[in-house]
């Protein structure tokens, strides 16, 4: 059952929307007894809603520096994580980090799921675009909006994506493919030239970045995003690459970085996340889960973050974090 946002070329539709209908309904459970039809019936007015909501709605809030909250939700029949993925606006692989255990395909009715729906920012200047390839995520500092994020599709081995500084050179209403040398000699059955249109990998919007041959984009295959399948550009759902169209001006500055974990503070409390590593995220594809990789010795990586907050590490949390790598905030100061 695909949620879909509304999200139209042109503008219409929100892609920040987050199914409050449905999360408002399964928060009354709290309150008393909701049956599953109550929420079914919520979900399926949102349905008819969705093209209706302000695509410009504020974003998560950023307290210190972590945006957004923790959130869950709970399974109907015909879900898949990919359909919950895509309604969250989240990636797959980090629903599936973040809900070990749980088959994507077959997650059964009734199984409450973390949403990882609060980030810790990247340790980068907040202004313009920030990506980080290591959690498949992108957040983009608004001038006059606020902090906006987005699920990535990035490259696989192979085809990784330049770390570094760049800006947005141009953008583009309906991209025109021109597949590489070797995506050709991949597949001699390609044309030399794929016009816009339906059948087009660029999808419907790109933001070409200073870097040749590398570029933001839409899809015409949205599973892919939240995961490490590309040859080396970004891709965004189509509903989340059309609102950076509109929002997003040439010039706008651009770092690429590679952080599996990361520190941040909100209201007095250290926060870590700490994500899988390149090659758990391949073992998540391949296998459903990812094996437990040899733990770095983060000693003096958290001793540095805490400062004069020594004394209150809990490192019972920090062990667990590290082991378990859930890619979503964990507080480790008491």
């Not at 950023?62 to 879900?79: C, H, K, P, R």
């Not at 629903?95 to 009715?109: K, S």
């Not at 892919?224 to 706008?252: H, L």
């Not at 599996?260 to 594809?285: A, C, M, W």
């Amino acid at each position: 059952m695909l949620r879909r946002f509304g999200a139209t070329k042109g503008g219409s539709g929100d892609p920040r929307g987050r199914w409050v209908s449905r999360r408002a309904a399964m928060g009354t459970l709290a309150g008393g007894v909701v049956s599953l039809a109550l929420l079914r019936a919520a979900v399926a007015q949102e349905t008819t809603t969705a093209a209706l909501t302000d695509h410009d709605a504020t974003p998560p809030s950023l307290v210190g520096d972590i945006q957004g909250e923790m959130a869950s939700t709970l399974t109907f029949a015909n879900d898949t994580l990919l359909d919950i993925a895509r309604a969250e606006d989240l990636g797959l692989v980090e629903l599936m980090a973040a809900n070990p255990g749980v088959d994507p395909w077959y997650p059964g009715v009734n199984v409450n799921l973390v949403l990882p729906t609060a980030h810790i920012v990247p340790d980068a200047p907040r202004t313009g675009i920030i990506v980080n390839l290591a959690e498949l995520r992108l957040y983009y500092f608004h001038p006059e909006k606020g902090l906006f994020s987005f699920p990535l599709g990035v490259g696989k081995d192979g085809f990784g994506t330049p770390l570094g500084q760049t800006k947005i050179v141009r953008k583009v209403d309906g991209p025109t493919w021109y597949p590489t040398e070797g995506k050709l000699a991949e597949d001699p059955t390609l044309p030399k030239v794929v016009p816009p249109g339906p059948d087009n990998p660029l999808g419907e919007f790109a933001l070409y970045l200073g870097w040749p041959t590398y570029l933001i984009h839409g899809t015409h295959k949205p599973y892919g995003v939240g995961r490490r399948v590309s040859r080396g550009c970004i891709r965004m759902f189509p509903e989340d690459i059309a609102w950076m169209y509109e929002n997003v001006a040439v010039g706008t500055p651009v770092v690429t970085v590679a952080q599996s974990v990361k520190f941040g503070r909100r209201n007095g409390v250290l926060y870590l996340e700490v994500h899988p590593t390149l090659e758990q995220i391949d073992q998540i594809e391949d296998e459903g889960a990812f094996k437990p990789a040899p733990i770095p010795d983060y000693t003096d990586m958290v001793l540095l973050a805490a400062g004069e907050q020594i004394e209150r590490i809990d490192w019972r949390a920090v062990d667990r974090a590290f082991a378990e790598r859930r890619g979503y905030p964990i507080a480790i100061t008491r």
